[in-house]
């Protein structure tokens, strides 16, 4: 069993930066690849960045390749997303999740077997 929390999530400017985090709980989270997928008010539930066990391998959606960065301490049970240049459309709740690996596998939102609560992230002036 998995338990994740998100934190970090707020709102900042176009063009503006934020970090979220999320802690896991247990001593398995080494284990997991990682994931963080977002959700905007009317859609559906889609991939943003997936890491692998190791931390040497990751994995973008096109719409935020270049800007955002995913990264996981396996010492601090934490998994990081990096969010530059943001924009309006990066408006979403934002969740991670817990699955295998590769990261290939995990751009499907079913392929994860733990989520986090969510954080909002709003992108506006």
């Known amino acids: 069993q998995v338990q994740l929390v998100e934190s970090g999530g707020g709102l900042v400017q176009p063009g503006g930066s934020v970090r979220l985090s999320c802690a896991a709980s247990g001593r398995t989270f080494s284990l997991y690849g990682m994931g963080w997928l977002r959700q905007a008010p009317g859609k559906e539930r889609e991939f943003v960045a997936a890491?692998?066990?190791?931390?040497?391998?990751?994995l973008y959606a096109l719409s935020v390749k270049g800007r955002f960065t995913i990264a996981r301490d396996n010492a601090k049970n934490t998994v990081y997303l990096q969010m530059n240049s943001l924009k309006p459309e990066d408006t979403a709740v934002y969740y991670c999740a817990a699955g295998g690996d590769p990261p290939s596998r995990l751009t499907d939102p079913h392929a994860y077997d733990y989520w986090g609560q969510g954080t909002q992230v709003t992108v506006s002036s």
């Open positions: 890491i692998n066990r190791n931390g040497d391998s990751t």
